[in-house]
């Protein structure tokens, strides 16, 4: 099914009626405003999506007894007088959401000729009526994101209906226009919920309620007609008409201006400023589900000269926005948790106290990564935050343990490429790049090794040692199977060859006094260093073998406390499904002794990060001294809000790994040799792209070498100045794919690390829409 999104022509204004019950009078008011708006333009179209019950009485039937300047049109009509999702299951084929959307956007386009217009869509029953799929109204249309006008209720328990209808549209990101009911004497709801609704700033008004139908329908019939010709011309009626159409003019200015505005007060982050512009900065009106719905001034142009041209485009957010999105954006269970949690608490401080999410929230973290060594979490607001609190809880037990003081120089141990955060105390943590090099503090306190990368090129996968190492880490390796890879019990003559280097290593370091006061690893894939696909062998044995190097002052004294130092996974980018598993850590059989989480943690929504230590490293902060307490924190820490999300999209994930929400994925990957002991890894290895798909572009003579696992695709494309960060080599690709084909609506939003270009799905993504990006990746590589 093709993607559509956010509805927006200059030259047709489009408004959806929805109605805060069923008959409220949706389609009285939907009859009076086609009326209304025959004065101001010479088309006005009706368009009735679904409709249940006999065609003689269907609404849209009615509405083109009105003039010959209207048109009307019903395009899923069902005979059954019920709701929609029972009328639906008479028919022959199911009437999914995406079906539904595309007609109304399809039917919307062919009225944007050149010619100005308007439409009235209209609902059936209330906000959160069912569709024929059973989704509510409110969901099923969101995409399309139409400026909504209200129908109140005018009837008895009216007014908390439409207060409730109102808050729903709003917890969906809808614009609500305004708000029109019957002013009814009996109950007096109007004059209420227009007191109500301008506390509000919302704009709402009553008209006088139409005529009691008459048993004569000639003359009722007339009577309608005189109706639908005063309350056209009732002063709220044209206020409202004029208040709609200079909304739409103020949406189209503030839509097309945002770029230009943008380059005079923003300082956006990772960019060289000498090469922005208006004309490059991507203006996002609002997204849903993978896509953004997006504005750029080419496609203005573009729309200028093709009138029935949407002016926002959808793009698939290919960077699961910047990393954190996970169940889709706009998603209205997560929207309602933080509603409800933003009711309950707002924000209350967190020193000596605790509330039920964090409470659960920590719970849920140490017992589902099943890390026995993890006991405590502590809260921070974002990744850098998190991983600088692992570094201090670390370098405090490597001290304690060690008897170090403030004057020993104490480094950290990590691999080359690694990246932990912006903070100054984290990028002390990672080797001198184009991230740190020119901060005047960095210094850089650290060792890092190179280490062997997994690659499928040509459609073989292999290990390949990095070149500086001239052997002493083997050859390179070639698998028949991503899976193979992570078999490590069967991987015994490199297992052999890295330990006997890494211990050698580590003693030549101990005998130069080199005091580690951690080693800081990103599990698997290391992210902002270049999505480079670390061997999880290699990592395996350096875990291993830290904690093999014991001094005589550091003897282990328990079964899950740190040795050698302690063990740091920044899974950060990494962790909870973004890799398949909830832990990253899961694909080496070690466990570390801290684990940061972020990103995928609340689903995209809110920033929280979770750092989890083991009791031993916590142990190290214990004294009668405050001092020696961890003086880390900040005023959101623990926000309520975030760890309620967090609690909701970590339980929703789950969930989906329960039912086998990615069985289909999973298939493409299944290994063809049944050999392989997988249980060394703690289960299969797979990945959202498709097997298939990763073998057809690795054969693209302009790619050096691709891989895929969870919900990552990275394709790294030939350069010959050499691949790095500074690498312009992935910018072509891709401009390519956001400017999309000659007529296609739906484009490709990615970043790219210099000649490496990155795609990730949310883990909700469906299969067939990775289908589709697939094929336009598979295009542009051309």
Not at 385 to 398: N, W
Not at 605 to 632: R, Y
Request: net charge negative; glycine share 8%.
């Amino acid at each position: 099914m093709r993607q559509v999104g956010s509805v927006l022509w200059p030259k047709l204004r489009v408004l959806q009626v929805y109605g805060a019950n069923t008959g409220v009078g949706k389609t009285i008011f939907s009859s009076l405003l086609c009326q209304a708006f025959q004065r101001h333009f010479p088309k006005v179209h009706y368009l009735k999506p679904i409709s249940t019950g006999p065609l003689d009485e269907a609404d849209d039937q009615h509405v083109a007894t009105l003039g010959q300047n209207t048109r009307a049109r019903c395009l899923y009509q069902f005979s059954e007088p019920v709701s929609p999702h029972i009328a639906a299951r008479s028919s022959s084929k199911p009437v999914a959401d995406a079906n539904v959307r595309t007609a109304v956007h399809d039917e919307l386009r062919t009225y944007a000729t050149d010619e100005d217009g308007i439409a009235i869509v209209e609902t059936a029953g209330g906000v959160l009526s069912p569709s024929p799929s059973g989704s509510s109204q409110a969901d099923l249309y969101r995409p399309l994101r139409l400026p909504v006008f209200l129908v109140g209720d005018h009837q008895l328990g009216g007014i908390g209906t439409t207060i409730s209808a109102w808050e729903s549209l709003r917890l969906r990101g809808y614009d609500v226009q305004s708000i029109a009911l019957f002013a009814e004497d009996r109950y007096d709801n109007h004059t209420y919920l227009k007191s109500y609704f301008a506390e509000r700033d919302v704009h709402a008004f009553s008209i006088p309620p139409p005529p009691g139908r008459d048993a004569d329908a000639v003359q009722d019939a007339e009577e309608m007609r005189k109706y639908y010709t005063s309350s056209s011309d009732h002063r709220a009626v044209s206020d409202f008409t004029n208040r709609f159409l200079e909304a739409h003019e103020m949406r189209l200015r503030n839509i097309q201006l945002m770029p230009s505005e943008a380059e005079q007060a923003i300082w956006h982050p990772f960019m060289q400023h000498t090469e922005r512009s208006k004309d490059t900065i991507v203006a996002i009106d609002s997204a849903y589900d993978d896509y953004f719905q997006t504005y750029t001034t080419k496609r203005a142009a573009q729309q200028a000269s093709s009138p029935e041209a949407p002016l926002l485009v959808p793009a698939f957010d290919g960077s699961a926005s910047w990393w954190t999105q996970g169940l889709g954006h706009g998603n209205p269970r997560l929207a309602l948790t933080a509603a409800h949690a933003a009711g309950r608490y707002g924000h209350v401080m967190f020193a000596g106290a605790v509330h039920e999410p964090a409470l659960r929230l920590a719970q849920t973290l140490v017992e589902k990564t099943g890390n026995p060594r993890l006991s405590k979490v502590f809260f921070t607001d974002n990744g850098s935050a998190g991983m600088e609190v692992a570094v201090k809880m670390a370098l405090r037990a490597a001290a304690v343990r060690n008897g170090w003081s403030a004057e020993d120089d104490i480094r950290i141990l990590g691999l080359q490429g690694s990246y932990h955060g912006d903070t100054i105390g984290t990028m002390d943590c990672s080797e001198p790049s184009i991230y740190n090099k020119k901060v005047e503090w960095y210094t850089g306190r650290g060792q890092w090794l190179d280490f062997p990368q997994v690659k499928m090129r040509k459609g073989q996968w292999v290990v390949e040692p990095p070149a500086t190492f001239e052997g002493a880490l083997g050859e390179v390796e070639e698998f028949e199977s991503l899976a193979a890879v992570f078999d490590l019990g069967n991987r015994s003559q490199h297992r052999d060859l890295y330990r006997d280097y890494l211990n050698g290593w580590l003693a030549e370091q101990a005998r130069q006094g080199t005091k580690f006061g951690a080693l800081i690893m990103e599990p698997i894939l290391l992210g902002a260093g270049g999505m480079m696909f670390a061997d999880p062998l290699f990592q395996r044995c350096l875990v291993e073998a830290v904690r093999k190097q014991e001094s005589s002052a550091t003897s282990a004294r328990g079964e899950h406390e740190w040795s050698g130092m302690p063990v740091i996974f920044d899974e950060i980018f990494t962790g909870l499904y973004r890799l398949g598993r909830f832990s990253a850590a899961s694909f080496l059989g070690v466990q570390p002794d801290i684990v940061a989480n972020a990103k995928l943690l609340t689903g995209g929504l809110l920033p929280l990060c979770t750092t989890t230590a083991s009791q031993s490293i916590f142990e190290a902060f214990l004294s009668k001294d405050k001092s020696d307490a961890l003086l880390h924190g900040h005023s959101y820490t623990a926000h309520a809000v975030g760890c309620a999300v967090a609690n909701e999209s970590l339980g929703t994930m789950m969930k989906m790994e329960r039912q086998g929400a990615w069985t289909t994925f999973r298939e493409s990957w299944l290994p063809s040799s049944h050999g392989l002991s997988l249980s060394t890894s703690s289960g299969e290895v797979w990945s959202m792209w498709s097997n298939a798909f990763l073998k057809a572009i690795s054969h693209r003579p302009n790619v050096d070498y691709v891989f895929a696992l969870g919900s990552v695709l990275v394709i790294a494309l030939k350069d010959p100045a050499g691949a790095s960060y500074a690498s312009a080599a992935g910018a072509g690709l891709r401009d390519k794919l956001f400017a999309g084909d000659s007529g296609d609506e739906a484009v490709i939003h990615s970043r790219v690390l210099g000649n490496v270009l990155y795609l990730m799905a949310a883990i909700s993504t469906s299969r067939e829409t990775l289908e589709a990006i697939e094929e336009k990746v598979f295009s542009a590589l051309e």
